[in-house]
């Protein structure tokens, strides 16, 4: 009972720090506001997941940072997450992704899994939408993030079904009409 009243307690706690609401609609799905992160001044960090889903075991979920910068260029961020998922690849067979710019703005759409004894538990594909915004008058940079996940016996039909479902993802992530605001 004092776990849950804890956890009853934490959701109260999350705050929409960014200003873009408390849900998001996306793939006809409504997305709860219900993690948020503001660890130093520069930086911002929220999460929604879909009714009844966990951070430990989601389907989808929507995230939105924003890095506050006047000297970083969005191609710096793009570069390190090529990086990280360079890296990752020498340990994950799943892990591969594709970089897409268009007017200064990129797309990295990448794969990545967990598994154990040589069996998948996880596959995960993400959309990763970065570009240069200003707000209240600060140069920074936006990352709008869409994360895909099937577990276990749904990972076969998840990965058959994914080359015509990105495109959609991709689109539907780039209009999304996001605008952060700080108070």
């Given at each position: 009972?004092?776990?849950?009243?804890?956890?009853?307690?934490?959701?109260?706690?999350?705050?929409?720090?960014?200003?873009?609401?408390?849900?998001?609609?996306?793939?006809?799905?409504k997305?709860?506001?219900k993690w948020?992160?503001?660890?130093?001044?520069?930086?911002?960090?929220?999460?929604?997941?879909?009714?009844?889903?966990?951070?430990?075991n989601?389907e989808?979920?929507?995230?939105?940072?924003?890095?506050?910068?006047?000297?970083?260029?969005?191609?710096?961020?793009?570069?390190?997450k090529?990086h990280?998922?360079?890296?990752?690849?020498?340990?994950?067979?799943?892990?591969?992704?594709?970089v897409?710019?268009?007017?200064?703005?990129?797309?990295?759409?990448?794969?990545?899994?967990?598994?154990a004894?040589?069996m998948?538990?996880v596959?995960?594909?993400?959309?990763?939408?970065?570009?240069?915004?200003?707000?209240?008058?600060?140069?920074?940079i936006?990352?709008?993030?869409?994360?895909?996940?099937?577990y276990?016996?749904?990972?076969?039909?998840?990965?058959?079904?994914?080359?015509e479902?990105?495109?959609?993802?991709?689109?539907?992530?780039?209009?999304?009409?996001?605008?952060?605001?700080?108070?």
């Open positions: 009972m004092a776990l849950t009243c804890a956890m009853a307690f934490a959701q109260d706690k999350v705050v929409d720090y960014l200003h873009v609401g408390k849900t998001l609609k996306f793939q006809n799905k997305f709860d506001l948020c992160q503001h660890p130093i001044e520069a930086f911002y960090l929220q999460e929604w997941l879909p009714k009844g889903e966990t951070f430990d989601y989808q979920m929507l995230s939105v940072s924003l890095s506050f910068s006047e000297t970083l260029s969005v191609k710096y961020f793009v570069d390190a090529v990280e998922l360079e890296e990752r690849k020498k340990s994950d067979k799943c892990c591969n992704f594709l897409f710019e268009n007017d200064g703005e990129y797309i990295i759409d990448f794969m990545v899994s967990d598994g004894d040589g998948l538990n596959v995960e594909a993400d959309i990763h939408h970065y570009k240069s915004v200003v707000v209240e008058g600060k140069k920074a936006q990352l709008n993030f869409y994360s895909r996940r099937a276990g016996d749904g990972i076969i039909p998840f990965l058959e079904s994914l080359k479902k990105k495109v959609d993802w991709i689109n539907e992530l780039t209009q999304m009409k996001i605008v952060c605001k700080i108070k």
